[in-house]
Structure formats: C-alpha cells, structure tokens
C-alpha cells in the first residue's frame, strides 16, 4: 500500500464531514493541475486545461459512518447509520467520538440481547444497538457529546498475509480518490481538458456529483469507484486480484456502450484482466453525472471490494494499479464524438 492511499484510508470523512479528506487531496493533486477549488457544495475540483473531448474524472471523497441520534437517561448512545451500513456489523466496533469540549471519547458498540446474555433470535437492526463509552448521561453532557456529533471507526489499515492484499476502513472510495491523483500525475503533460473531481455525500444519495457535474460540460464521464466482491460465491463474478471491474449495469444506470467497449479492447491489447459488472444492486455517482447538462456519456470502473460498507474491508492492490492503468490508456486513446450524433437510414449504429 503507498504512503497517500494509507493517509486517505486512516482519515474520517464520513458524508457530510468530508473536510480532511478534501484538504489532503488538494494540496496532493495541484502539482500536477492548473487549477483547484472547492465548489458552494464542498466538492474538490481540479481542472486540466487541454484539447477536447473533455473528460470528467470523479470518486467520492465520503464514507459510511455513524451519526448521535440520542442519548438516554444511563448514557447509552443511540445511533444513526450515515450510508449503507447494516446494524449487525457494527457489534464489538470500536468507535471514536470528537467532542466539541474535550478532544475524543473511545465506545464500544454492543446491543440488548447481547448485555442479556440471551441468544439473539433475529438480526439487530439500529434501534437495538447503543454505544457503550463507561460514561453516565451527565459526565457525558459535560464533555460536549450530544444529537448530531459523528462517530467514526476506530480502525488501522495495513496489508494480509502478503503486501499485494489491503485493509482498512473507507476502502470506498478512497482507492478511487488515489487513483484519480495518480492519474493527474501520469496525465500531466498530456495535452487533454480533464476535471478531476472529488465529490462529497455519494453515500447518502450522489449529491456531490450532481452539483459539481451541473456547472461542467463534459464530452465523457469516468468514475473511479469500488465495488461488492463475490468471490466467496461458487461462481463469482468479481474477484479480488482478478483485474478492474467494468460497470456494465447496475441497480441505478446502464453505463456507456461506446466507452465499455474501448475499454475492453483497450484492456485486451495490453493485457490487463478485466471483469465486467452486470449487478442489481447499488448505483454510483456515475448515474448523477450521465443525467447532467443534456447527457454525458458515462462508465465506471470499479475495484473489487470485500467487507464493503464495514469498519474494515479488504482489496488487492493490483487491481487498484491495473484500474489506473486502464483508465489513462482510455483517455489517451478516446476520441471525440459530437454530441449531435446522425443515424443514417437504415442503420442502427450512430455515427
């Protein structure tokens, strides 16, 4: 794992809170831009003037966390999932709590049924849960931990059993946030108009890259994302070592015909493995970004992902590396289309 993608991973930047984040990715990618800034939304955009066709570049800076909803009368803390998080992951989590008076509280997330020492019967789902910090409701108040306040994973990020495999929390979608500044780097004598934009609260509902995306005319969108392995699967279709995924469809969009297929062929001449995602589930921010300013033809390729949407998840580096790769041989190789395109009669090709 590099020193920058280890940084990004120890962060917190849960949605709505993407402060950190932003600011470590800024002063990293404008040695290799000509502009930087932060839009009305919160969203990091980088610009590369250069020829057209002009390509959007996005990965989300946020991550799934947890929000104070309550705290009841013996301290117990109730909380409230930010992103797809689901309630049975969490028992035995450590967490963080910032406080607006004393620094961090350390808590341990536990349940009801747990305390009881009775056998759960069913799921958890959040309102069973409570974080447990040692503390009483008014030690509590007098530190300054009240309704609002985030909380985030208390978790290291390292490598497993051998350096090529990685862990740690946030693995989405800090892996596309690097892959976009390594991109910036390789690209940065490339004479081509790219926006690389890192989007804020893709967790909650793609709303970074519908703001950012709405002021932004580009020609082409490429999302740097992570998505669901299923290599514990009989027959999975999105292993970890496996190569990059790309996204033909997903719960929310069906990705760009025109641009999957250069990628493919792109991939086959260079001997990169590739999976291809057919999925039913989940969307990303790409389907923001294609719905913006008339249309915006728009792929993603994502990196395969174990324990996503936990405290800690898993990935193979080479994918992350192979994802890089992929995605600037596309743009050094795409061409422009026009956004007026003419079907000739009788053909069902545009051209």
């Not at 109730?78 to 967490?95: D, N, P, R, T």
């Not at 290599?231 to 760009?256: H, R, Y």
């Amino acid at each position: 794992m590099t020193d920058l993608l280890m940084k990004l991973i120890k962060i917190e930047g849960v949605s709505g809170d993407e402060c950190e984040v932003r600011s470590i990715l800024a002063n990293e990618i404008k040695k290799y831009v000509k502009e930087v800034y932060m839009d009305k939304f919160g969203n990091l955009i980088a610009y590369k003037k250069g020829k057209k066709p002009s390509i959007l570049l996005a990965a989300h800076m946020d991550e799934v966390g947890l929000m104070i909803k309550r705290i009841d009368k013996f301290g117990r803390i109730f909380i409230s999932a930010i992103g797809g998080i689901e309630a049975y992951s969490l028992i035995g989590e450590k967490v963080n709590i910032k406080t607006k008076k004393n620094g961090e509280i350390k808590g341990i997330i536990t349940m009801y049924d747990m305390q009881d020492g009775y056998p759960v019967e069913k799921l958890p789902e959040m309102k069973d849960i409570y974080v447990d910090t040692g503390l009483k409701k008014e030690e509590l108040d007098k530190k300054g931990v009240e309704p609002g306040i985030y909380l985030y994973f208390d978790t290291v990020g390292g490598t497993l059993g051998k350096k090529e495999i990685i862990y740690g929390k946030a693995l989405d979608d800090r892996i596309g946030c690097y892959q976009l500044v390594e991109l910036a780097k390789r690209l940065k004598k490339f004479d081509r108009e790219i926006y690389f934009i890192f989007t804020v609260q893709e967790e909650v509902g793609l709303y970074g890259a519908k703001t950012s995306s709405a002021n932004i005319s580009p020609d082409i969108g490429l999302i740097m994302e992570t998505t669901t392995a299923n290599d514990s699967f009989d027959e999975p279709t999105k292993s970890l070592g496996k190569g990059p995924c790309i996204t033909i469809k997903d719960e929310g969009m069906i990705t760009n015909s025109k641009i999957n297929e250069l990628l493919i062929d792109i991939a086959k001449k260079n001997k990169i493995s590739i999976q291809l995602e057919v999925s039913n589930f989940g969307t990303t921010d790409g389907l923001s970004i294609s719905l913006s300013n008339g249309g915006v033809p728009t792929s993603v390729i994502g990196v395969a992902v174990r324990n996503i949407h936990t405290s800690v998840s898993i990935a193979h580096m080479n994918d992350v590396d192979n994802g890089i790769k992929l995605a600037e041989k596309f743009i050094r190789e795409v061409k422009f289309t026009p956004k007026k395109q003419i079907i000739k009669e009788g053909s069902h090709v545009m051209k």
